[in-house]
């Protein structure tokens, strides 16, 4: 029986996780493939550190020229980074090597020459792993796309994020103990950034984006707000208005523009988004035949993550070459505002004796702001908080409100009225 | 540019769908094949009748023949039921057409023999679109399966009795009328047996048995138990006890034996499920390395069906010949109570003058089942309803609750306890 020679670029935790996975499933993998799936070279920091998972010590190299000279068809990257992993990518895709990569970073930063440059050597580039881990949505949105359109994909894309927030509302604990906890289970990195500041989730809409619409604003140009100022204050009065908050991730086109966002988002307790808990993602697309739909699973893990780069190379192996349609960016976007619901939620923290909630009120009055509900709430140490929802809340308020009143205020989407039925009662709709 | 030759088995709302569908996405579709899609005979009962879609009359035939002579490259089968179905398909591979079907019916009686004549021919047999419509789900399940082992199946596959069971609860009107307004919606047939004895959420499990298992139960083995005996009661005291009634289909592999059963299901109130509503499907997957998936969508409908039938047709036109595995039935199977929580929920109903809830307590403890919650409710007319949930029950105690008190006892199935913390707070978590 013939032989696919796979080469890996990395062998950490994913990694290691490939390497299980087309052990077990080897005999299912060749009688599908009618080829013998054979990992040839590995690209590792360190030949001699100890690994979960055994390889042929000779299998192992420091040196990529290694991987390059074993001429592999295949090459499974996931040593994460651009630098230098572009380098090596680009140079295998020009040995006319297909590549299967969960690199978010990789592709939401050169993915555009990466698609032309796969293209024109006529190879194969797979990176179903790179979003929403298990959850095969990149193949069912190319799927609905062959007879769809589409023109909104939302859904929580970092499980990291998901885990620390619903932490912080079920064991109330404050935002760094839940961090710290996070890292110990190792549910967040030790330097946290990439996803508590929303970076991961935004490379994942960036490439949804260029599937969904085969276009994307800049990664500059995506608005990005990350979750780590968030307080049990802000979690509890959103919940006293009907909400959670998700870091919620949404990309829209519409009148010709794109609305890309990655923002902390209030989002109703009823709707089915508000229940993802934990490490878990979800994505809910509606397309113009289908309908809406939501996919929720294991956003990421050793092994969700290893199954669909594995999937990726069985599927690759049994398809001709089809070109990518190239990655296009398009300069400007629309205002994300237009995403939200219309309704805003502010949060508001101060000093009591400097200021009451009526002074608040009357004051967004003025400013010609329609509160529709509020909520206060008084601490021991005498601190204010104001939750209020509002239309036609600017950052110029918030401003405002912090010079006249010396409060910190903050503005964060509404996904939908709290009170829409549907969602309260739990169906997909929109 | 190059043609494919479509012919079409019916052309009822479906089969309309398709049209519109082809039309609307001629461009895109061109642009992916490199081939026009071209509608060149259907098959219909009344070329005269008037339809919601304009076909060009010559293309209407009432015969047959006329589409196996106008030899056709793919044929789409919308026109439902066995016979003559069966026969014009067969004919069709026989002449070397590919064939898209949305018919379960037809798939879950005859597939075996389907499957094998189209191995054998070599040619294309699709059926995305028999399975909860636009729920993209077997196509997600083969791709688990290149990877992950699935151990189990299970969701609520039929739109018209969720519909139903969600409007009896929210309208709090008894089944027939709940019918007759589903029928009135066209979310109903006519003659609605198909869908409320749970015919049709047995044909969608039967079909992705033999997916995900490469087996099924025969169908006459197959637990099946339709909602048409379902009242406002059954609804209330599930509901008092933490449980909505949900049509479920299950499918399990265990100790190398096979649990299929399609029944009314008592559902935790919390759980994901749960708040499925109106005509929505919902099939939720464990996969050995993926884990636990949920997808949600419209299970039905004309553009949802027509949409996934077009994705079948373009995506088939891609796709190199590979032979399907081979459909089998295993005759026997084990006990499928064996899917519940181990729970099972009684509903007893009758006269208030014949029996008090302690004799039934009394007689179900002597009996050696260990009741665990009860709910009564007592009518004006002094009707006695009995809502109870208790290990160890067995159809012989309903039985015997009918002999000596008179009372209307029936059995269901609870799919977990309700105050299973992980489902409550809504993940997918089984």
Redesign the interface.
Known sequence: MSVVKVGLLGLGTVGGGVVK?IRA?QE??SA?LGRRIEIVKALVRDTRKQRAVQVEPSLLTTRFADVLESDVDIVVEVMGGVEPTYDYVRALIQKGCHVVTANKELLAKRGAELVELANRHGVHLAYEASVA????IL??LR??L???DIAEVRGILNGTTNFILSQMEEAQLPYADVLKRAQELGYAEADPRADVEGWDALYKLYILAQLVFGESLPLSAIERQGIADLSQGHIRLAKELGYRIKLLAQARREDGGLHLSVRPTLVPLGH?L?????A?NAVQVE?S??????????GA?E??T???V??DL??LL?Q?F?PHPAWRERPTAVPSSRLSSGLDFCFLEGTEARVTPEQVLLFLERAGVAVRRLTVQYDPGSVLRVGLLAAGLREEHAELLGRDFGLQARLYPVLEAADDR?AV????GW
Chains 1, 2 share one sequence.
């Open positions: 996975t499933q299912k993998l599908r881990g298990g959850i095969p193949g069912v799927q609905f062959r007879t769809n089915p508000a229940r993802i808990r934990d878990y397309g035949l289908v309908g809406d739909l939501l996919f929720t699973g294991k893990g092994l969700p290893a199954s669909a594995v999937e069985a599927f049994t001709p089809t549907g009662e739990g169906t997909v």
